[in-house]
Structure formats: structure tokens, C-alpha cells
């Protein structure tokens, strides 16, 4: 499982508070990403990160922030949840420009 | 922008039978992913294509890529019901990785 973990892995919150969601890895892999899966979309890229404190947008970064203050751990925060925002949110791990990319389990975001 | 287009978008099959799946995108990229998904389960790695003509093949399923044509395929030969799930492609474009919206894939027996 290449050593990802996501947490929480389910949420349910309501409109307008603020949400943090937690990618953890083991293995020290320079890049990380977000992405949020939703029906008719596939995945779309929210944020991307190559290195501590080196982080840049991706399609969908509206409504989204980041901070990756050590390699094994990268935040996606939403400052103040919307409906919109429901999906069910994926983290991954690349180690170099030519390697594989892995991917965490997946929270599920319920925002009411 | 790099945009990433897959078709078909559904595809539905008998056992037995080959079928084809295509990646087009829109810029220049010589490194491109193929990833399978269960439902309600994460992505799973099938393939990672690194240059012009790369082909790489695992049991049923054969990926190939071609740069120039910016076109990726992925190839079924005599599907199976356990091959039902949706597959991505995934474009490599410096650090971003853009995916298409994936190829639901259902194999009837």
C-alpha cells in the first residue's frame, strides 16, 4: 500500500466550518497530491506538493489550501466547507519524475 | 491546459471478446499512467508509460503510447467478468498528473 494514509476517512460537517484532511506516508516520496473524485469528473487534480513547504495549484484549487511543513505529511484544508465540496477526496505519492504514482484509501466529505 | 480525454466513457462487453480503450491529450507528454478502480475502492497501478512507443502488457490488458500521435491505448484481449471496473489514464506534465474521466468497463457473461 506503498505506505499512504488518510484521515479522517469519513466526515459529515456542515456549511461554512472549516475542514482539515490529513495525508500521512512512511516512505519519504518527494511529491504529493490531492485530488477529489466525483461522479461524471474522474479525478481532478486540487493541489500538488514537491517538496516541503513547495506546494503549487492544480485544476480545482478554488475554496482549497495546503501546507506540507514535513515530507511525511500533506493538509488540505477547507476554509469554510460548501455543499460543493462533497466528494470523496484521494491522496497520492510519486517518488520522481518517472515513477509510479500510489494513491491513500480515501476520505469521504459530506458537507451538509 | 492539458486536457485529457477518454473514450469510451462506457463500455459494455461480452466475455470473450477484445475491445480497445483510448486516451487522447492535448499536450506535449511522454509519460502517461494507466490505473484501474473498483467501486468504492481506491486506484489501483496497472501501467506507467515512459517514452514514444512504449508498450507494456500484464495478463489481458496491453498499454501502449504513442507521443506523437498524443494518443494511449489500452487493450483487452478476451475479456473476463473480473476485468469489470473503471480504468484512468493519467498524463504526466512536469509535476501535475491530469486524468482523464475514466472507462466504466462491464463484462457480461
Known amino acids: 500500500d506503498a505506505g499512504i494514509t488518510q484521515s479522517p476517512r469519513h466526515k459529515v460537517t456542515e456549511t461554512g466550518t472549516p475542514v482539515t484532511l490529513r495525508c500521512h506516508q512512511t516512505?519519504?516520496?518527494?511529491?504529493m497530491y490531492w485530488y477529489r473524485q466525483d461522479p461524471g469528473h474522474g479525478l481532478r487534480l486540487i493541489h500538488y506538493s514537491y517538496g516541503v513547504k513547495d506546494t503549487d495549484k492544480g485544476e480545482v484549487s478554488d475554496g482549497y489550501s495546503v501546507s506540507r511543513s514535513k515530507t511525511e505529511d500533506f493538509l488540505l484544508t477547507l476554509e469554510s466547507a460548501t455543499s460543493s465540496q462533497t466528494s470523496v477526496y484521494f491522496c497520492?505519492?510519486?517518488?520522481?519524475?518517472?515513477?509510479?504514482?500510489?494513491f491513500g484509501p480515501g476520505t469521504r466529505l459530506t458537507v451538509l | 491546459e492539458l486536457k485529457v480525454e477518454q473514450n469510451p466513457l462506457f463500455l459494455s462487453m461480452q466475455e470473450g471478446k477484445n475491445y480497445t480503450i483510448y486516451c487522447n491529450y492535448s499536450?506535449?507528454?511522454?509519460?502517461l499512467y494507466w490505473y484501474r478502480q473498483d467501486p468504492g475502492k481506491s486506484l489501483e497501478s496497472l501501467f506507467v508509460l515512459l517514452s514514444n512507443g512504449a508498450v507494456k502488457q500484464e495478463g489481458r490488458l496491453m498499454a501502449s503510447l504513442d507521443t506523437k500521435a498524443r494518443l494511449s491505448t489500452l487493450h483487452i484481449t478476451a475479456a473476463v467478468h473480473d476485468l469489470s471496473a473503471t480504468y484512468f489514464c493519467?498524463?504526466?506534465?512536469?509535476?501535475?498528473?491530469?486524468f482523464g474521466k475514466g472507462t466504466r468497463l462491464h463484462i457480461l457473461p
Open positions: 516512505e519519504n516520496h518527494r511529491y
Open positions: 499536450t506535449t507528454s511522454d509519460r
Open positions: 497520492a505519492i510519486r517518488d520522481g519524475l518517472d515513477a509510479e504514482q500510489f
Open positions: 493519467a498524463v504526466v506534465r512536469d509535476d501535475k498528473i491530469i
